[in-house]
DNA sequence: CGACGATACGGAGAGGGTTTCCGATTTTGC
DNA sequence: GCAAAATCGGAAACCCTCTCCGTATCGTCG
């Protein structure tokens, strides 16, 4: 690529990013041109719709989920709060701009284009899972890219529907105690 | 009203169900005002925007939820059963046409306007919550809303995802294993 | 029945968005 | 430095939503 077209090209990209989170990801293609300083015919030319402009940059934001693994995993919480707040980082990645979450969570599953998009998530998920599978903390019969899906339902109906994080938090909550070996249960028999 | 505009208010209404059962709810409504045969001006005046056009049919979509309580508490299923069951019937209902579900949840708890649409909804569901209660087969503490946000998440999810209906019975039925009280931990009691 | 005010209609058009196209401009290799 | 190739910018075609207003229809009252 010639070196002004990839000028152009990271320019377009950090100021979407900043403009889908300020406006939705319905923002306009003709204000994001603007404020990258580009015409319209050169924002297209690199992405030939909005939706591509979307997946590139749903890529880099699921890529950081990994390190939010991590730090999750550090933390030593117990099952249930793991999980929950797992959940929490999830949500908050893939809602970075309105709207964000519901495409990526359509597209979770579809075989076709965007694999490489929502692979990241699921194996984080799944390294999170497996942590807990390995104390027993968990029920089996759960697959990754169905639990990814809930949380991903989740956090388009906070996104869409403005939720309080407390909500929020319920929602997961409730998702977590089906994951889990019935913890509620448990503490009925002291 | 005028007769002739209870007549275009009626027409509108049936052609704009078709329009966003075949085409989802971003129809275009120039489409929708010509397939009733009025002009623009007249869709405009009887539904301010495609919100309010929304909202009616919603309304009429959700009314239908009561019956589908009556159906299915009757079915005499057990608990687990039942309660999926009811959580698949309200996926079905809610998703008539594409993106309704999506923008009924993001309405639920809504104080604002659509109070009375999902209003039914809520109690439905609540009438099945209580049957279970009755039979001592459901955890305390969840909420209403919470669980029709979470179920309306799953449409949403199934809904613009094109889920297939197994794996949408299966997200529905992680749900309910967090509802439900679990029998297996019981068990594990000393 | 006929006519008049109230009500409703339709479609042109303003305003804004997406996307294409192509002449002008910049970069690069030589 | 020069020409070819790559890239740019923005005008313009197209579609959509929603408004405005002259025209047509309805309902009622004399």
Redesign the interface.
């Known amino acids: 690529m010639r070196a002004d077209a990839q000028r152009s090209y990271d320019r377009i990209l950090a100021v979407a990013g900043d403009v889908f989170v300020e406006q939705g990801t319905n923002a306009s293609m003709n204000e994001i041109a603007k404020r990258a300083g580009v015409g319209a015919g050169t924002l297209y030319r690199h992405f030939p719709d909005r939706e591509h402009l979307l997946d590139v940059l749903l890529k880099d934001w699921v890529a950081q989920i990994q390190a939010a693994v991590d730090q999750t995993l550090a933390a030593g919480l117990p099952p249930r709060e793991l999980l929950i707040t797992w959940f929490e980082a999830v949500v908050r990645h893939i809602s970075v701009h309105r709207g964000g979450a ?1 495409r990526l ?6 075989t076709a284009s965007m694999v490489d998009k929502w692979q990241g998530l699921a194996t984080a998920n799944q390294s999170v899972l497996r942590h807990l599978e390995a104390r027993g903390a968990i ?1 089996g019969g ?2 990754t890219i ?2 990814c ?2 949380v ?3 956090a ?2 906070a996104d ?2 403005g ?1 309080l994080r407390d ?1 929020t938090r ?2 997961l909550a ?6 889990l ?6 503490l009925r ?1 002291p």
Request: hydrophobic content about 60%.
């Open positions: 519901a969570t359509a597209a979770l599953g579809n029920r759960a697959d169905q639990i899906r809930l991903g339902g989740v388009a109906v869409a529907g939720l909500d319920d929602l409730l998702i977590a105690d089906g994951l070996v019935a913890p509620a249960a448990a028999c």
